[in-house]
């Protein structure tokens, strides 16, 4: 008994579901053939009568903002009434929707305007939802890349707005009119327009480089257009997106922050290390190679400079400034009394004047008209002389006084000159003072350009940190166009 009851039931269960395909094949045998439905004509009665198309848009991802272009997992929602399409459920089973593929229904045929590849089509063209009041509703998934028009000003700390615009290029505003999609609040039941993009939490990716901050939706009508024309009205949504800089800071910033810091040491090396060039032309070519890198992740574009490249080349200027002082240093440096007499000014200046003012200790100096003190008394000088003398024989002096004759001299012979010099005309005392005007030079420059490198990267990333999306998606109307705030019919 039990497998008889069992098979009865699969019978009937079978002869309900053949009765059901069977009412559908019906259904639409009345709905195309008996009444003679035209994909090509406009669902209206007459030629004045206007279709309503209404229109949202569910983001589901938001893929990637490249160039001057941005691309959206966006599946696009349009809806319209076909009174060809309207049919008493109790006379077809009580059959209230109908799934149909789109090629055999009338399309308002609405496209996006400012797509940035050329293709107007959509990625999958599903099923149409047919309901039996005459109501059309179509949800093709797509993936838009709409041109957006890309402010570089404040990279990394940007934001951007890009819109879609979408319109009919087949049907002028007097064939069709294009609404926002209205919708019932389950609460008090009233009907209000969905001002903004749907966001469906549990379906929406998240991306990683971008954070959307507002997504209104307006109808634009545009007077300057004539209404038969298709620029006559449109529907657009915007994305205010801000960029997230923890990538940008961790990988770019500070590493060129560190770097230009390092411009700072460059002081503080000694001239006589060798090592003061390499360092700032290192620093250089860091930069050079910093400013290669960020020039791959930005648009061509010549209408602006971004943040990031202008405290590059403001670094890059400031280490070619610090080049040049670099080389001057070395000059000073490495000067001797015989290639360079130290003038009257620069004594006062840079062994006088700066030290008091950089607090450096000056060099000790003799007082004015105190006698320099020798190390050797006259008298040793001249027993150093008569014994350098005894000890030479009479045909060695002989050769010296011809060598002398020819221009040549040997050296053991200018020793006894160096012994009778006096101690006040060294040139160790002068070659001192070059090395003291340069280390007063070095230290000069760290105090300049420590406070210009502080104060310019300060004032460079400020600007950017500060750079915030506006509190409200239109300027002077104080609607947020949010989800909280409907506004109900």
């Known amino acids: 008994m039990g497998r ?14 053949g009765l059901c395909v069977n009412q559908e094949e019906r259904l639409i045998h009345h709905l195309f053939e008996e009444k003679g439905y035209d994909k090509e004509m406009r669902p209206v009665t007459s030629n004045d009568q206007v279709v309503d198309v209404y229109l949202a848009l569910t983001l589901s991802n938001l893929i990637s903002l490249v160039s001057r272009s941005s691309d959206l997992g966006i599946p696009p929602l349009q809806g319209w009434t076909d009174y060809r399409l309207q049919w008493n459920k109790s006379e077809f089973g009580d059959i209230e929707v109908l799934r149909l593929p789109p090629d055999m229904l009338w399309l308002p045929e609405i496209v996006l305007e400012n797509n940035n590849d050329g293709l107007f089509e959509v990625a999958y063209y599903c099923n149409v939802l047919i309901y039996n009041t005459g109501y059309v509703y179509w949800l093709p998934p797509a993936i838009f890349r709409s041109a957006c028009s890309i402010n570089v000003d404040f990279f990394p700390f940007d934001w951007q707005n890009c819109t879609l615009k979408f319109s009919s290029l087949a049907y002028s505003a007097l064939e069709i009119s294009m609404h926002l999609k209205e919708d019932s609040d389950p609460e008090t039941g009233k009907y209000y327009p969905v001002e903004w993009i749907i966001i469906d939490p549990e379906g929406f990716t998240e991306n990683g480089e971008w954070e959307i901050i507002h997504r209104p939706a307006r109808k634009n009508i545009h007077p300057e257009s004539p209404p038969e024309s298709s620029e006559h009205q449109d529907i657009t949504f915007y994305l205010i997106i801000k960029r997230k800089p923890l990538f940008y800071i961790i990988n770019i910033v500070t590493p060129c922050i560190l770097i230009a810091f390092m411009t700072i040491l460059v002081f503080y090396l000694p001239a006589d290390s060798g090592e003061k060039m390499t360092l700032a032309i290192s620093v250089l070519l860091a930069q050079s190679v910093f400013l290669l890198l960020i020039s791959q992740r930005l648009p061509a574009t010549s209408h602006a400079i971004p943040l990031i490249g202008k405290y590059l080349l403001f670094i890059m200027l400031l280490v070619t400034a610090v080049v040049v002082i670099c080389v001057v240093v070395l000059n000073f440096h490495f000067r001797t009394p015989s290639t360079h007499i130290m003038s009257d000014w620069v004594r006062e200046v840079f062994l006088e004047s700066l030290p008091r003012l950089l607090g450096m200790s000056q060099q000790a100096e003799n007082p004015a008209g105190a006698p320099c003190i020798r190390r050797f008394s006259s008298a040793g000088y001249i027993a150093k002389a008569e014994e350098y003398f005894s000890v030479k024989s009479r ?43 340069a280390r007063i030079l070095d230290r000069l420059c760290l105090f300049l350009i420590t406070p210009m490198l502080v104060v310019g990267t300060l004032w460079i990333f400020l600007m950017g940190i500060y750079n915030h999306p506006p509190p409200l998606p239109f300027a002077g109307d104080p609607y947020n166009y949010q989800e909280e705030n409907k506004r109900f019919i």
């Open 4 to 17: 008889l009851a069992l098979l009865g039931a699969l019978v009937l269960s079978g002869e309900q579901g």
């Open 395 to 437: 045909s060695e002096l002989m050769f010296e006084k011809q060598s002398e004759r020819h221009g040549l001299a040997s050296r053991s012979s200018l020793w006894p000159l160096c012994l009778l010099m006096p101690s006040s005309r060294l040139p160790s005392q002068e070659k001192d003072n070059w090395n003291q005007v």
